[in-house]
């Protein structure tokens, strides 16, 4: 059984960081494209940052160098840095997880994040 399971948001200030882990199991993530989508209340879901296999990163324009996206293949997690935090954060994180051979994709069950003073 397929599992990602994201951890580390919660309540900050404006300015404010967090740090999500998105830790997979039943999967490797060395075979997946990892990302990080969010979505936030009456908007649809939107990609927040991603990372290729090889390690080829991409952000959606809005939080770029404030964001930053990894993985460690060895603990089979992916992580989201997440700095000087704004009002228009707040939504819910999933962590995907998407096949590079056509196979299927996966997502986390989220974990909401509130940007909030």
């Known amino acids: 059984q397929v599992q990602l399971v994201e951890s580390g948001g919660g309540l900050v200030q404006p300015g404010g960081s967090l740090r999500l882990s998105c830790a997979a199991s039943g999967i490797f993530i060395s075979s997946y494209h990892m990302g990080w989508e969010r979505q936030a209340p009456g908007k649809q879901r939107e990609l927040v940052a991603r990372i290729s296999i090889d390690g080829f990163i991409e952000y959606t324009g809005s939080v770029k160098g404030r964001f930053t996206i990894s993985r460690d293949n060895a603990m089979n997690t992916i992580y989201l840095q997440m700095n000087s935090l704004k009002p228009e954060d707040t939504a819910v994180y999933y962590c995907?997880?998407?096949?590079?051979?056509?196979?299927?994709?996966?997502w986390g069950q989220g974990t909401q994040v509130i940007v909030s003073s």
């Open positions: 995907s997880a998407r096949s590079s051979v056509g196979g299927r994709d996966y």
